[in-house]
C-alpha cells in the first residue's frame, strides 16, 4: 500500500479521502486541517493535530486554498514523501522546493454531494518520471481517466473550466431571478439544462448552438433586451448575443 | 381519442408525433411539412400534402418557425379545430383569430436525440376554459408536468432559457475553443458540466456559485485576462465576472 497523507479537509480532500480509504491502492496515514470542526461527524479518522507531528509518507496531497499552498508545502518536514498540491491554478513550483513535488488534480467541482470518482480525469503532474509513476499509480487506483499535463495547458484547463462551471452557473441564476420576478419555478428549466450538458456526449457545442442569436433573430433580440430593461443582466444578454454572433460569423 | 393534425415535421413536430403515437389520448390523423423530405424515412405517415386536403380533427398543434406561425393559421380552415402553436416565444394572439386558440409549448430543445417527454414540463395557454381543457388532456397524456402559462409570463420564460440553454450552450463552445487552441481534449471537462447541471435539483444555482469572481480572487482574475489576451472572448469574461461580482455584492 502506498501511505498517503491528506492536508486539508474541506470538499477536496474528503472526497480524496474516501476514494482513497474505497480502493486497494493507498492507504491515508494523516489526514490534517486547521479546522478541527471538519472532522465532526466522521469516525476512525487518523487525524493529527499539528504538522510535526504528522507520520513518514509515500505521499502528501496538499488540497487547501491556492494561496496557502507554499506556505504549507515549507512548513512541512521531507517525510512527507511526494508533495503534490491539488489546484488547477496554481503551478507545479507553488510546491517549496525541498520536496519532491508534483500535482494532482481532479477536475471536478466538489460539494457535499457524492461523486463517481471513477469518470473524473485526474491531471497529472511531476518533476521526475519516478514521481509521475508515483501519482498515475494513486490516480488509476481511483479514475479511469488520468493525463498528463504542465502547468501551462492546466491554467488553460483551469480557464475553460471557469467558462464551463462557474460562468454557466451564473447564467443558471441569471435565469432563477428572471423566473423569480414572475414567480415562475426555476425547476421548470431543469429538464432544458440537463439535455443541453448531456447532448455534449454527442454534439459539439459550436455545432448545436440554438437562440435569437445564431439565428440572427433580430425580432426576438430586440424583444428580450425591451424585457431586461432595468435590468443588470441586460449588458450581459448584448455581450453574449455580441458573442455568439461574431463566433457563427453573422452580423448583428 | 382526440383527433389530432401536426404542421411542420422539424424538431418538435416528429417528437410530438412520436409521442402521441406512443401515447393513449390522440391520434395524430395528419402531418404537413412545406419539407416534404422530412418524411424520408418514416413509415406509415398520414401525411397530406396541402393545406386544403386536411382532414377535419379536434386540434391542430403548429410546429413551425414563429415567424410562419401567423401566415400558417390563417392558410388553415376552421375545421382545422383548436389551433396551437408550439412556440415559447409567440404570443397566443399569433393564431389567426378565425380560429379557437392555444399554446402547446412543451419546454425543451429538442434534437435528433430521444427525448423523455413524462419529465419535459409543457406550458399550455388558452382563450377560453373550453380550449384548455382539451389542451390539458392531450398534454398530460404525455408529461406528468403541466403549468398553465400565459403569453407575459411564457416571454419571460423563454428569455430565462436564452440564458440557461442557448447562452450556457455558447460558454461550452468557448471552452471548447479554449481547449482545442492547446489540443486539449473537450470531453475533459464533460463530468464538471454534468456536475454543474445536476446539482441544481439539490442546491439553488445562486448558493453553488463559486471561481474566482465570487472569492474576489484578483490574481487569478488577472492571470486568466492575460491567458485571453488576444482573444475574442476577454470582453466576454469580463463582462461575466462583472455580473457575478454585482450580484453577489463583491467589489472587483
Chains 1, 2 share one sequence.
Not at 79 to 108: C, W
Not at 177 to 195: R, T, V
Request: hydrophobic content about 40%; charged content about 20%; proline content about 4%.
Amino acid at each position: 500500500m502506498i501511505r498517503v497523507s491528506i492536508i486539508g479537509f474541506g470538499n477536496v480532500g474528503t472526497h480524496l479521502y474516501t476514494a482513497f480509504s474505497d480502493g486497494p491502492m493507498a492507504e491515508v496515514v494523516a489526514v490534517y486541517s486547521r479546522n478541527p470542526q471538519r472532522f465532526d461527524g466522521w469516525e476512525d479518522l487518523p487525524v493529527v493535530s499539528d504538522f510535526t507531528s504528522l507520520p513518514e509518507v509515500d505521499c502528501t496531497l496538499i488540497a487547501v486554498a491556492d494561496d496557502a499552498i507554499a506556505a504549507v508545502s515549507s512548513a512541512l518536514s521531507t517525510t512527507a514523501g511526494l508533495v503534490a498540491h491539488t489546484s488547477g491554478n496554481a503551478p507545479l513550483d507553488a510546491i517549496d522546493e525541498k520536496h519532491r513535488s508534483g500535482v494532482f488534480y481532479p477536475l471536478q467541482s466538489f460539494s457535499k454531494r457524492p461523486v463517481a470518482f471513477s469518470t473524473i480525469p485526474i491531471c497529472l503532474e511531476a518533476e521526475t518520471e519516478a514521481s509521475y509513476q508515483l501519482l498515475t499509480t494513486l490516480a488509476s487506483s481511483l479514475s479511469e481517466r488520468v493525463v498528463r499535463i504542465d502547468s501551462a495547458a492546466r491554467a488553460r484547463l483551469h480557464l475553460a473550466a471557469v467558462f464551463a462551471n462557474n460562468f454557466v452557473n451564473h447564467l443558471y441564476s441569471v435565469s432563477e431571478k428572471i423566473l423569480a420576478e414572475h414567480e415562475l419555478d426555476f425547476s421548470l428549466l431543469h429538464p432544458l439544462i440537463l439535455e443541453t450538458a448531456q447532448r455534449l456526449s454527442e454534439v459539439a457545442p459550436s455545432e448545436a448552438q440554438t437562440g435569437p442569436a445564431v439565428r440572427e433573430d433580430q425580432q426576438t433580440i430586440k424583444k428580450q433586451l425591451h424585457l431586461l430593461n432595468d435590468s443588470a443582466f441586460q449588458a450581459l444578454y448584448q455581450q453574449l448575443t455580441k458573442s455568439i454572433a461574431t463566433t457563427h460569423g453573422k452580423k448583428l
